[in-house]
């Protein structure tokens, strides 16, 4: 029996899409990790406001997802379906990022408050008008089970390398022996915009010169009860629905997660900026490594029996720290190494490479996993629908992380932080023990939720293989 072999990308068309990760990476590095605080103890904005700021962005971006997605899926151009929405986005999602980052002056935290969700709603649009359509572009650059994953390894590599190394910056040389310092941030501003500008830019010019081998679309008339229709064929598909129900639980953690790391370095370990900026190199350096290993670790192997288990791994592994630190005070004895000793630097970098790195390794094989569902659906429908099934995926998941966001500041309210007559030693204390222990209880509840659902995809490399063979996705021999 003939193998099957399924088309492929080249190696520089791998690297070059998944350079466009970095600016994603940028991105990200600013909502998760310092938007928050900087807003919260630097600007003085409560952080209920903040939070309702990202959120209200994040459904805004939501709703326009599907939008851009079903759009794009339908353009016939003499540049394709996907790239006239990546050129226009380029200069927007670059400002955006950077004007979010200056300081506002003297103003009312009403009017902070209004300035701060404009920009932030503003970025988000531009940001789905490139990553949309980008993201579109893996299914139709390769088809091939296994180089999938190098895609995905590529941006997820790239992506570290883009918000790692933007942090690094920042708390090295930016920040120096203070979060609190606003000259750094809009130094973070600068750089950070350039960085997004310059990713996004050779991404797309990088992969232009593959749109005359790209699927075109066939003309369609729109219609909305055939739309409708054609949308309930298309996610009704059993593989997308589980990593859908899963994505959800897992966009609320992400929600409630916002800012929380850069918490616990001011207040529970007591860092400052400097003594810990190399923690992201390392981190960044581990991340890669395992991402570019892979497509090595899954070669053989079934996607979805790798994930499952080192999400559980990680999930028991990664709050380990904290629950050390929050069971000192009643087992009468210190067990977890004192801040500011060596041994807890040590301990404290070690765990976070190892943790980051296990599950970039597990997004990568279940972003690679998804990709399978474009053929599985073309097949039944004879439709490729890449950008309605991850804008609906990730409509619904925005909103669920919406959500998310604004219970993240409720609890750095109700911890105390907002509290105006918390001293520091207050903060340092029973302040961030309370936002630990919330932190610690939903980090470990909802991620087993998560990961026993991704055991219902049903999806492996034989089934895979039967339908770009079915489909004519091979390369001729």
């Known amino acids: 029996m003939q193998e099957v072999k399924a088309q492929q990308a080249s190696t520089g068309t791998i690297w070059t899409y998944g350079f466009g990760s970095i600016g994603v990476g940028i991105k990200n590095n600013l909502l998760g990790t310092w938007l928050l605080i900087y807003y919260n103890q630097v600007l003085g904005l409560d952080a209920i406001l903040v939070s309702s700021a990202i959120a209200l962005a994040l459904v805004v971006d939501a709703i326009s997802d599907p939008f851009v997605g079903i759009w794009s899926d339908r353009v016939r151009s003499r540049w394709g379906r996907r790239h006239p929405f990546m050129y226009i986005s380029i200069i927007p999602f670059s400002l955006c990022y950077y004007l979010i980052l200056q300081d506002p002056g003297d103003i009312s935290d009403g009017e902070m408050f209004s300035r701060l969700l404009t920009l932030l709603v503003l970025m988000r649009i531009a940001m789905t008008f490139y990553e949309v359509p980008r993201a579109a572009l893996v299914p139709e650059l390769s088809k091939d089970y296994d180089q999938r994953n190098w895609f995905a390894g590529a941006g997820m590599a790239l992506g570290w390398l883009g918000g790692a190394g933007i942090s690094f910056i920042h708390m ?32 797309t010019v990088g992969t232009h010169k593959h749109i005359p081998d790209l699927h075109v679309p066939p003309e369609r008339k729109f219609n909305l009860r055939d739309s409708l229709q054609e949308a309930k064929q298309t996610l009704s598909n059993r593989s997308w629905l589980v990593l859908f129900l899963s994505g959800c639980i897992y966009a609320l953690l992400v929600g409630v997660d916002t800012g929380a790391v850069t918490y616990y370095s001011v207040y529970l370990w007591q860092w400052q900026p400097d003594e810990i900026s190399v923690f992201s190199i390392y981190q960044a350096v581990t991340v890669i490594s395992f991402s570019i290993l892979a497509p ?6 079934n996607k979805k029996n790798i994930a499952v288990g ?53 997004f990568i094989f279940i972003g690679s996993m998804a990709m399978e569902i ?46 105006p007559n918390a001293t520091q030693e207050m903060l340092t204390g029973e302040v961030v023990n309370r936002f630990a222990l919330v932190h610690v209880i939903i980090g470990f509840c909802l991620p087993i939720f998560s990961t026993l659902l991704v055991l219902m995809y049903n999806i492996d490399r034989e089934g895979h293989l039967d339908n770009v063979n079915d489909l004519g996705y091979v390369e001729d021999n």
């Not at 925005?398 to 105390?416: D, M, N, R």
Request: include cysteine; charge should be negative.
């Open 310 to 362: 080192i999400f559980l791994f990680t999930i028991f592994v990664g709050p380990l720290p904290i629950v050390l630190r929050l069971l000192d005070p009643f087992v009468g004895m210190q067990i977890f190494p004192s801040n500011g000793s060596d041994a807890l630097w040590y301990i404290l970098l070690i765990h976070g490479c190892l943790t980051v790195s296990l599950g970039s390794l597990g």
């Open 374 to 419: 474009v053929e599985d659906v073309e097949k039944t429908t004879g439709r490729r629908e890449e950008g309605l099934l991850g804008t609906v995926n990730a409509f619904v998941h925005k909103l669920v992380g919406a959500g998310g966001v604004l219970i993240a500041g409720v609890i750095v309210s109700w911890s105390g932080f907002d509290d």
């Open 296 to 301: 090595w670790i899954a070669m053989g192997r």
């Open 172 to 203: 090295e040389f930016f920040l120096g022996d203070s979060y609190f310092n606003t000259s750094g941030y809009q130094a973070l501003a600068f750089w950070g915009g350039l960085g997004i500008f310059i990713s996004t830019v050779v991404t």
